[in-house]
């Protein structure tokens, strides 16, 4: 009852945090910016003892609310207790809520030291007030006898266990990965406080400065938030890929794409003046897609389009999603159309052959690729709104466009860095664009060479080469300036080198199908696999039976041992398998051998026979065998043991036809996780040493007439033969993926410098500025 | 210049991008028989692929269990969990399902939408 009362409480002080600071802007109160900001301080408290709170609840097993009993169970191990936080849709929202308030505990004194405290944390209240009343609308301290009342569940009905956690989630990166990325999203509400109030105030430039160190934070954080997703997918979903374009994975890279193109636009202003409607609306925009991304997965309009599951939300969270977006879509766009001839102060038209035409290209292109993820991303919607079957578009959609975009990106990337602000010279540009093109041929030239023969893989390999030589020219040349001017060119290399991953990966990756048997090396390409065996694992978990195979790797002489996952759960009603890849890390190549199948060898003598039709027996040439047909379960009745049973009945004749007797061949039937399993009762072949079973049916669903059924065959003056355990894999060498990781790294390492070299900047502005801006300023 | 670029180019991609996206989000039409085979092409660990498959309706009193006749005339049984279809559905009615077929001894077919012809 206090958490739920509580979340209403922070819901009303966002609000009056709101008001307060709307009524310091308009008034130029102080006093109503001191009540703004203890409230908003009142308000980050209270959003802290929630999130402590709501971690107890998790931590102690608190079943007797709804949250708890729904996402963790007592078998979760701590930091898996602790990650249940932000596990389903109400904990992640207060996850995203409490990350922008811990962001705007920053933010308040940052803006007020810039004179710029109401009219920021008006907008950055506001948007705190539409989280907190999602929180009301997705309340994580519902009690489960209330969620459950229409059921008949009373206050005395407490769970004794939860339904735990999705065990796709039980991996160490669901510790990291979510907080990241919701810190990413939520810093992504500072570059657009700050363009409102910018238009506010009419201050169409000063924004950008004081902004900027912000908004390299959101680009950094988020861009990491997304490659340590498609780090984990790699590691964990066995696909073998990093990135799927799956809804979900869209949904952060569109605001990314958006903010990659905000930071170069900012740029460009703060160099010319220029772009300074464009820097409103991608201010605008990145954060509005932040919501219309959240809309899209969380409000349940995807539907079944994706591999992540949508819950529905429910009506109201619906639309307080809905009008979260629209109030923000509205704000943003009226303010900027309220005041655009305010804001028309620079016609400049920009040369070609300058860096801010440049950057004006490749923020376009990058803009391009947002708007065609989104109208991909969008998909299904469109189609559902048209009337049309709601499918979301193939990946091959998203690879089609990219295979454009990226090459042009990197090109423009490069010569932007040639080129200089406002005019450069043809000589220059000469000297600048031909050792890069030199280096690229060659490159690409080496590419060819070591096999790469497709038009889009040369492109990209010829533009990231381009981008890298210039990149890596730029930056060596300013080693002697400090580290802090070489931000930019260190970000571009990590782009460059996590293109070169994704072309090695594509074009030299080499994947095999292998049926392992146990003990047994199997050559697979170049390398010889074995599976040794397996070992139980997490046997606190009583809905799966959880087990790691261990496969050796050999390859001249170099030993590997991976050890991949499969298993079936209760948690989704054993309908598909979970499971998790197995890999040999290496700088050069990583070894992945992903999971599909277990079974047994088939060591009897088979054959298949089809209904009203004569087969040979595989043991005696001079013996034949009729089935006349299957009998139906409800003929058999159940076996003692209470199994479903089914026979077939079987005429065994010998070469001329001559009858040697009637067969009813049993079979007990248990459906399986992955179908049904069938345990033959055997029975002695007429006339021979041998026992026969019905060891499998294939049902022939489109003719019954046409289902056919195995039979097994074994000499019972011989120990039955017992197959061997047989592990399926698909295993594949991924070379040169570690550039994929590292080019990441590298980008955010650069991202890092620049926040240094901006808010530097800042502060020897801000001093040669003066008292201009001090504190106590409530504008 | 750059605006004249970005509005040509918006002009020019973005009907582009429409027509490609119709392209490579169109579920394929199937019958029934062939939506199994595309299940059991399908990972074990990955969704079956979406399909639409034509029927004729032969028994829609239950939406849980709705009995129909694709055009290759084999009958099967469609589990149907979508929102609530805008007109109601009735025996000899023509529908074109989208959905995913589950597998096992008696396989059916798991619509989530269902559109008129």
Not at chain 1, 220 to 233: D, R, T
Not at chain 1, 751 to 767: C, D, E, P, T, Y
């Amino acid at each position: 009852m206090i958490g739920q009362l509580g979340i209403h409480l922070l819901f009303g002080l966002a609000v009056a945090c709101t008001v307060h600071y709307a009524l310091a802007l308009r008034n130029g109160s102080t006093v109503q910016a001191s009540i703004g900001r203890w409230l908003f301080r009142l308000m980050t408290g209270g959003l802290v003892v929630s999130a402590v709170g709501l971690t107890y609840l998790i931590v102690t097993h608190q079943f007797a609310y709804t949250y708890v009993w729904n996402y963790s169970s007592k078998e979760l191990p701590l930091h898996l207790l602790i990650a249940c936080f932000y596990s389903g849709q109400e904990g992640s929202i207060l996850l995203w809520t409490l990350l922008v308030a811990a962001i705007g505990s920053v933010l308040q004194p940052y803006a007020r030291r810039h004179g710029y405290e109401s009219s920021v944390m008006l907008f950055y209240g506001l948007i705190l007030s539409f989280l907190t009343l999602l929180l009301v609308a997705k309340n994580p301290f519902a009690y489960y006898h209330e969620t459950f009342a229409a059921s008949g569940i009373t206050v005395e009905d407490i769970p004794v266990n939860g339904r735990g956690l999705n065990p796709l989630l039980h991996n160490a990166w669901i510790t990291i990965h979510p907080p990241i990325l919701f810190t990413g999203f939520a810093s992504m509400s500072v570059s657009f406080a700050f363009a409102m109030a910018g238009l506010v105030r009419r201050e169409y430039h000063r924004w950008i400065d004081i902004a900027l160190p912000w908004t390299l934070f959101g680009t950094a954080v988020l861009g990491f938030g997304i490659m340590l997703g498609g780090f984990w997918a790699y590691e964990t979903l066995g696909w073998g890929g990093f990135w799927g374009w799956d809804p979900v994975e869209n949904s952060s890279l569109i605001p990314w794409l958006v903010v990659v193109a905000l930071v170069h636009t900012m740029l460009v202003q703060k160099r010319t003046r220029g772009l300074v409607k464009t820097n409103m609306i991608l201010a605008v925009v990145s954060f509005v897609m932040v919501l219309y991304s959240t809309f899209l997965t969380r409000s349940g309009v995807l539907g079944d389009t994706s591999v992540h599951s949508f819950v529905d939300p429910g009506k109201f969270a619906f639309w307080i999603l809905l009008a979260f977006m629209v109030v923000f879509i509205v704000i943003g766009t009226g303010l900027v159309l309220f005041r655009r001839r305010d804001m028309n102060v620079s016609k400049e038209e920009f040369s070609p052959s300058t860096r801010e035409f440049m950057l004006s290209i490749g923020a376009s292109l990058t803009m391009a690729s947002a708007v065609f993820v989104t109208i991909g991303t969008s998909w299904p919607v469109i189609m559902e709104v048209l009337g049309l079957p709601k499918v979301a578009v193939a990946v091959e959609f998203y690879n089609q466009i990219h295979q454009w975009l990226v090459p042009a990106v990197l090109l423009v990337n490069g010569v932007s860095l040639v080129v200089l602000w406002r005019s450069t010279s043809a000589e220059r540009l000469r000297r600048g664009v031909i050792p890069a093109l030199v280096v690229a041929t060659c490159g690409s030239a080496v590419l060819f060479a070591f096999g790469i023969r497709s038009i889009w893989p040369l492109a990209l390999g010829f533009a990231a080469w381009f981008s890298l030589a210039v990149n890596l020219r730029e930056a060596l040349r300013l080693v002697r300036s400090g580290p802090a001017m070489m931000g930019a060119y260190v970000s571009h290399t990590g782009i460059a080198m996590l293109m070169f991953g994704v072309i090695c990966t594509s074009s030299y990756s080499t994947s095999y199908h292998a049926v392992l048997l146990h003990g047994l090396p199997k050559q697979v390409g170049p390398y010889t696999l074995t599976y040794l065996g397996k070992e139980q694992v997490e046997r606190q978990f009583k809905d799966r039976e959880k087990f790691r195979y261990y496969v050796r790797i050999v390859r001249d002489g170099k030993r590997r041992v991976v050890t991949p996952v499969l298993y079936w759960s209760d948690f989704n009603q054993r309908q598909s398998a979970f499971l998790e890849p197995g890999i040999a890390w290496g700088l050069m190549t990583d070894l992945y051998v992903s999971p599909k199948a277990t079974g047994r060898e088939d060591v009897f003598h088979s054959t298949v026979v089809m209904r009203g039709t004569t087969v040979t027996a595989p043991i005696d040439s001079a013996m034949r065998l009729t089935l006349e047909r299957f009998t139906m379960p409800m003929e058999e009745g159940a076996s003692a043991d209470g199994r479903m049973q089914m026979a077939g009945l079987v005429k065994v004749s010998d070469a001329q036809g001559m009858p040697r007797g009637d067969l009813r061949l049993l079979t007990r039937i248990t459906t399986g996780a992955s179908g049904p399993m069938f345990d033959p009762v055997w029975q002695s072949l007429p006339g021979s040493t041998y026992a026969v079973g019905l060891v499998e049916i294939q049902r022939n669903n489109d003719d019954p007439t046409k289902s056919t059924g195995t039979l097994a065959f074994y000499d019972t003056a011989k120990p039955m033969p017992v197959g061997r355990e047989e592990f399926t894999v698909e295993f594949s060498d991924k070379p040169l993926i570690s550039l994929v990781w590292f080019g990441v790294i590298a980008m955010v390492a650069g991202f890092g410098l620049s926040i240094g070299r901006a808010l530097s900047a800042l502060k020897k502005k801000s001093a040669m500025v003066g008292s201009q801006n001090a504190p106590g300023t409530v504008a | 210049m750059i605006r004249k670029i970005i509005i040509v180019g918006s002009l020019i991609s973005i009907p582009a991008i429409m027509y490609l996206a119709m392209q490579y989000g169109q579920p394929p039409s199937v019958s029934f028989a062939e939506a199994i085979d595309k299940t059991q092409h399908t990972s074990e660990s990955d969704p079956a692929s979406k399909v639409m498959v034509d029927v004729v309706i032969t028994d829609a009193s239950d939406l849980a269990s709705i009995a129909a006749t694709d055009n290759a005339g084999a009958g099967f049984s469609i589990q149907y969990t979508g929102t609530a279809p805008t007109s109601p559905l009735k025996t000899g009615m023509r529908a074109r399902f989208v959905g995913h077929v589950h597998g096992g001894d008696t396989p059916i077919f798991h619509a989530t939408q269902v559109l008129f012809p």
